[in-house]
Each structure stands twice: as C-alpha cells, then as structure tokens.
T-cell receptor, first 111, second 112 residues
Framework: DAKTTQPNSMESNEEEPVHLPCNHS???????IHWYRQLPSQGPEYVIH???SNVNNRMASLAIAEDRKSSTLILHRATLRDAAVYYC????????????FGEGTQLTVNP | NAGVMQNPRHLVRRRGQEARLRCSPM?????VYWYRQLPEEGLKFMVY????????ESGMPKERFSAEFPKEGPSILRIQQVVRGDSAAYFC??????????FGNGTRLTVT
C-alpha cells in the first residue's frame, strides 16, 4: 500500500477554517485519496474522497495537487464536534480493496 | 436505514474463554471488514469478507481467530481461548461494491 504522511496534531479555533495536509508522493494512478475521521469512542466516519479533481460535500472540501502527490482536507468552519483524528488513506478502487489506516492527525478545536 | 450494528458494545471475558462479536451490515451491503484497535494504537485491518466468502484475511492472527459472513445473518468474529492481549476495540465496516466504508461503533473486549 502506498504511504501517506500527516502531521501528528493540529489546533484550530472554533468557526475558523482548518486545512489538514497529507503527502502521498508514491501515489499510483489507480489510487483514490480517501479521508476518514474518528471521534472519541466511535468508529471511523467517511468524510470525502477524490481522484484528481477537487471535491466538495456537506462535510468538507478536498483539494488535490495537480501532480497528486499531496492533498488538503478543508473544514470550512470548525466546530467543537470536529475534534477527531483525521486519516488520509490511499485506496485502489478495485472491488472491495481494504483501507489501511496510518496514525492520522489529531485535530483539537479550541472554543 | 440503520447504520452498521455491532453487538455487544462491551464484552468481558476471562482468559481462556471464547468471544463472539457480531456485525450486522447496512441493508444492501455485501462487503464486510473487521478492524482491531489496541489501546492507544491505530486501526489495524483484520479480514474482508463477502457473503459466504473470505476475500482477504491477511491481517488475521494465524491462530484462535476466525470470521464468517453467512448467507443469512450477521458477520461473526470469533476469538477462541482469549488472552489479555486480545483486549481491544473491534470495529466492523460494510459497503456496497466499490464504495466508501460505513463503520459501526465497535465492540470493546476486555479480557480479565
């Protein structure tokens, strides 16, 4: 599995935007970039995914570099409920391929 | 549409007993994944199943652990002769083909 690199931790203030970076310099052409998050005492939750183009949904935006070697998850207005570990994962879009979780980024949101 | 249901939420077993963890996938999902999260550690893939078939068990310990996903009923992760090192949170996820995974809230196993 191709590897991703994320900062161990980040802090943000409530109602401010948050940009969570991820490096994936060995990404292959068939790898999709997935983001999940895990709130305390809960299972992981899907956030967003993309291949080449930037993506938006109700939870977040995903900005993908032109060379696809890095990406950024953007939370437009952080809330206290966004405090979680955020995982950037590369996944081959073959049927049923597994997710390989790294250490992720622990996001702290200050009131 | 109910999410992925795991039960029990908490399970306590003595060393040497068996633990059976159940996972009911979301309606229409034929792919099931099991993950383990040891205290203060990350999520580790264990096994991936489709109905009645094990597709990838590369993360399963070689002994004492087994998983099934029968044609009818929930997926079961079975741990025989549990040891203290098996204490962890076990998460199940389901998905339709080629789609993001939906996770349950886990079963927290404590071995005393």
């Amino acid at each position: 599995d191709a590897k991703t690199t994320q900062p161990n931790s980040m802090e943000s203030n409530e109602e401010e935007p948050v940009h969570l970076p991820c490096n994936h310099s060995t990404i292959s052409g068939t790898d999709y970039i997935h983001w999940y998050r895990q709130l305390p005492s809960q299972g992981p939750e899907y956030v967003i995914h993309g291949l080449t183009s930037n993506v938006n949904n109700r939870m977040a935006s995903l900005a993908i570099a032109e060379d696809r070697k890095s990406s950024t998850l953007i939370l437009h207005r952080a809330t206290l409920r966004d405090a979680a570990v955020y995982y950037c994962i590369l996944r081959k879009e073959t049927s049923g391929s597994r997710l390989t979780f790294g250490e992720g980024t622990q996001l702290t949101v200050n009131p | 549409n109910a999410g992925v249901m795991q039960n029990p939420r908490h399970l306590v077993r003595r060393r040497g007993q068996e633990a059976r963890l159940r996972c009911s996938p979301m309606k229409g999902h034929s792919h099931v994944y099991w993950y383990r999260q040891l205290p203060e550690e990350g999520l580790k893939f264990m096994v991936y199943l489709q109905k009645e078939n094990i597709i990838d068990e590369s993360g399963m310990p070689k002994e004492r652990f087994s998983a099934e996903f029968p044609k009818e009923g929930p997926s079961i992760l079975r741990i025989q002769q549990v040891v203290r090192g098996d204490s962890a949170a076990y998460f199940c996820a389901s998905s339709p083909r080629n789609s993001p995974l939906h996770f349950g809230n886990g079963t927290r196993l404590t071995v005393t």
